[in-house]
């Protein structure tokens, strides 16, 4: 899938996690915690949704510091 389309949908699942925030400035590098303002909660909200929108299911507990990483997980775990 493509990276753009990927980061496109990640952006409107967060304007849904967190509809109060402004998302139009983040980019790849952008951290989850201090860029987008994520904190435990809605960073699982965004884990499970992420699973939903894509098919697929985060084993385990990974680690994902930026937006980018989340992007590159889901694009080498689905064949959308």
Same mark, same amino acid.
């Given at each position: 899938?493509?990276? =753009?389309?990927?980061?496109? =949908?990640? !952006? =409107?699942?967060?304007?849904?996690?967190?509809? %109060?925030? @402004?998302?139009?400035?983040?980019?790849?590098?952008?951290?989850?915690?201090? @860029?987008?303002?994520?904190?435990? *909660?809605?960073?699982?909200?965004? %884990? *499970?949704?992420? =699973?939903?929108?894509?098919?697929?299911?985060?084993?385990?507990?990974? !680690?994902?510091?930026?937006?980018?990483?989340?992007? @590159?997980?889901?694009? %080498?775990?689905?064949? *959308?």
């Amino acid at each position: 899938m493509d990276r =753009e389309k990927i980061f496109d =949908e990640m !952006k =409107e699942i967060l304007k849904v996690i967190k509809p %109060s925030a @402004d998302f139009t400035h983040i980019t790849e590098d952008s951290q989850l915690v201090r @860029d987008v303002g994520l904190d435990s *909660l809605t960073i699982l909200l965004m %884990s *499970l949704a992420l =699973e939903n929108k894509f098919g697929f299911k985060f084993e385990g507990n990974p !680690k994902f510091t930026t937006v980018g990483e989340v992007i @590159d997980f889901i694009n %080498s775990n689905t064949t *959308l």
